[in-house]
């Protein structure tokens, strides 16, 4: 640049070295600042969690160290068998078409209960397994509609003090063992660790899938809280594994090829309406060359139908129609003999292949919904057809039960992150940490528990480590976590997809084991602690207890909420004696409500 004479301008070096200074002094100013932020986040972020979490109707506490005990009120009496998401004072708000009222409708948050589910009047601890699986104590589920109306069908029958289940059933009358021999007999997989897992939608009072355990086979009982009055809490509490359900609007909680064999003994499921999509859900979760077994309406309609108060050519045309439903979406007449028929579904792709054609009916799903999607997600009057890639899922491709256990399942790749070696890590970790958990709680692998929750597993490992011990896992897979549950289930194990935001689909007082691992520090930022933790309570059983392996930002606060749940609770280390991870052993006291007498 020059000045006006023309003569070259020569800059002042000072002028601009102070600007320069300044300028660089802001900016690592600046980045340390925003340095601290990013680096304190996660603190701050759990710490607000946790705030929130201990956010009380009698006070709130500011920083972990400082949380105030509180204490929860009792609920009122009518309470004891409160299920909130499928509570019948509800249900008139919700159609009745499908019985759509039946299936998961949770309450607002501002009519989400504060208060401590009470046992009913003369609860007792429950009779411990295997004597279980034939009696429990009458006032732990009073209900008495059930046994007049289902006693003829010698479902269970009241003796005393106690309800006693004589293993009958509508298509049973001469008892589960003789129908599941006859079963077996049909179905020759079902002898040779083939066969490990099953569902039975219309459990009724579960006494098939409890006959099934003795053989081996691990079954979900599947009912919705309806006019039969409590079978899935008949079934927990004679610890057999169920859960509350119904095939209605929506998908089951269960990825797509999960299980091994699906049962309905006259489950009333009217399989060929409305498209048939109840049928076509069932083959969803079936695994290719898994088997459908049924009994009752139509099957044997030439000597039953006198007793079904129809006519005989009314049930022809419901069998005709219900097999032409099934071979249409590549199922195969199996066997069939007397009251039962079994249907396999194919795992040839062949038959697939016909489905593109748009004239058949039902048509491939090409909707873009996942397979394995299953929370809240509407059925489709389509077929999911099995990925041909996916050579190891078919039934007969699997290790047998119980090799299968221990063997990394091909679907593990599916998981980011996943493959055999992770796979074998995590079985190993959960080994170590169910061999620890013993030590801590004795209880752990006795008659003293039975039924058992891992609230957020990954591939089931812990439950694969006590599988051995005389109790079972229902393994649960958060609904926002990675889909890991058909890796449980190709393992040979049980599970359910939820959401820790909501009830569980269960009774008060199934569990005698909740178990937890981290789920707080993965779920905080949507689930407030407090309505977790009061839902843990809800589905515990008094004198039942739970493992809380957590940070340790959490644990203290978790230990003084429980308090005000008249839960007590001590904190130790675990195995690897590491200190930001620690380990709650808890357990909750038997009280009885003060409108009792």
């Keep these: 640049m020059k000045h006006k004479d023309g003569k070259p301008h020569q800059s002042d070096k000072s002028s601009w070295k102070v600007p320069v200074a300044l300028t660089v002094v802001v900016l ?20 607000e969690a946790v705030n929130k979490a201990v956010n009380t109707p009698t006070g709130t506490a500011t920083v972990p160290g400082q949380i105030k005990a509180v204490s929860f009120p009792e609920c009122s009496a009518e309470y004891q068998d409160y299920t909130p998401c499928t509570d019948p004072k509800r249900w008139h708000k919700y159609g009745r078409h499908r019985l759509a009222f039946l299936e998961r409708h949770c309450p607002p948050s501002f009519e989400r209960q504060e208060c401590l589910v009470p046992p009913p009047d003369g609860y007792k601890s429950p009779i411990r397994w295997p004597k279980s699986k034939n009696e429990c104590w009458y006032r732990n589920v009073p209900y008495d509609w059930i046994n007049k109306q289902k006693s003829n069908q010698h479902w269970l029958k009241k003796e005393g003090e106690k309800f006693l289940f004589p293993g009958g059933g509508t298509m049973f009358p001469n008892g589960v063992g003789a129908y599941v021999d006859l079963m077996q007999d049909l179905i020759p997989q079902m002898k040779d660790g083939t066969i490990r897992t099953a569902i039975d939608t219309g459990c009724g009072v579960a006494s098939w899938g409890g006959d099934l355990l003795d053989r081996g086979i691990l079954t979900v009982s599947l009912a919705p809280r309806d006019n039969h009055q409590a079978q899935v809490q008949f079934a927990l509490e004679r610890g057999i594994p169920a859960i509350l359900g119904i095939i209605s609007t929506q998908r089951l909680p269960f990825p797509s090829n999960s299980f091994d064999m699906a049962h309905c003994s006259r489950c009333l499921i009217p399989w060929t309406e409305f498209g048939g999509v109840y049928l076509l859900e069932v083959h969803r979760i079936l695994r290719p060359g898994g088997f459908w077994v049924l009994s009752g309406p139509p099957v044997n309609y030439q000597r039953r139908w006198r007793g079904w108060n129809t006519t005989i050519e009314e049930q022809k045309s419901d069998y005709d129609k219900l097999q032409e439903l099934l071979t249409s979406m590549c199922f195969k007449l199996f066997n069939k003999k007397d009251d039962i028929a079994v249907w396999q579904k194919l795992s040839d792709n062949s038959c697939y292949k016909k489905l593109d054609n748009p004239e058949n009916y039902p048509s491939k799903c090409d909707d873009g919904t996942e397979p394995d999607s299953a929370w809240y997600t509407p059925l489709r ?76 597993t990954l591939y089931g490992g812990f439950a694969a480590a006590v599988v051995d011990d005389p109790l079972w896992v229902m393994n649960v897979v958060s609904s926002y976590a990675p889909n890991t549950l058909s890796v449980v289930y190709d393992r040979g194990l049980i599970g359910t997809i939820h959401d820790w935001c909501e009830a569980f689909s269960t009774y008060p007082r199934t569990y005698d084991l909740l178990h937890l691992d981290g789920l707080f520090s993965a779920e905080s930022h949507r689930c407030e602690m407090k309505y977790v933790l009061l839902e843990m309570d809800r589905i515990l059983r008094p004198n039942g207890y739970a493992i809380i392996r957590e940070s340790s930002y959490f644990v203290d606060a978790i230990a003084t909420m429980v308090k005000g749940m008249r839960w007590s609770c001590r904190k130790e280390e675990t195995e690897y004696g590491v200190e930001k991870e620690k380990i709650l052993i808890c357990q909750k006291k038997l009280w009885y409500s003060k409108q009792n007498s």
């Design 28 to 47: 690592c100013g600046l980045s340390f600042y925003l340095g601290g932020i990013f680096c304190s986040e996660r603190e701050r972020y759990v710490a």
């Design 381 to 456: 009057p389509c077929v999911v057809v099995p990925n041909p890639a996916a050579k190891k899922v078919k039934l007969e491709a699997l290790p047998k039960w119980p090799e299968r256990l221990h063997a990394a399942p091909e679907r593990v790749s599916d998981v980011r992150g996943g493959n055999a070696g992770s796979f074998k890590h995590d079985d190993g970790k959960w080994k170590a940490r169910a061999k620890h958990y013993k030590k801590l709680l004795p209880a752990l692998g006795t008659d003293k528990i039975r039924n058992v929750m891992d609230m957020n």
